[in-house]
């Protein structure tokens, strides 16, 4: 059973940048595409980015530019590079796990972490 922890979100003024980290564990990291999740207050969740197995990465048009994901597979953990915050970065980011990227672009991945917040205000 793959088990996924966010970490690394906090209260950040506008313009800095965070690094969250999903770690994961249960199955071969390698074999599963990761993706990031985000839901603001009274919003829908939101698909941010994606990385494959392979290293192939998407990233939302909304957040390009300023998002990053990448993955490290001999620590089983995935990243979110996030830079120059702002406000409407609120939210609390979720990472997923499944082998099928389609699943995870669907918002229909195999397993969910617990979310981790981010708070972008001055």
């Known amino acids: 059973q793959v088990q996924l922890v966010e970490s690394g979100g906090g209260l950040v003024q506008p313009g800095g940048s965070l690094r969250l980290s999903c770690a994961f564990s249960?199955?071969?990291?390698?074999?599963?595409?990761m993706g990031w999740f985000r839901q603001a207050p009274g919003k829908e969740r939101e698909y941010v980015a994606r990385i494959k197995w392979s290293g192939s990465t998407y990233v939302a048009d909304s957040v390009k530019g300023r998002f990053t994901i990448s993955r490290d597979n001999a620590k089983n953990t995935v990243y979110l590079q996030i830079d120059n915050l702002k406000p409407e970065d609120t939210a609390v980011y979720y990472c997923?796990?499944?082998?099928?990227?389609?699943?995870?672009?669907?918002?229909?991945?195999?397993?969910w972490g617990q979310g981790t917040q981010v708070t972008v205000s001055s």
């Open positions: 249960g199955r071969t990291f390698s074999a599963y595409a």
């Open positions: 997923a796990a499944d082998r099928d990227v389609v699943k995870i672009a669907a918002q229909r991945p195999y397993a």
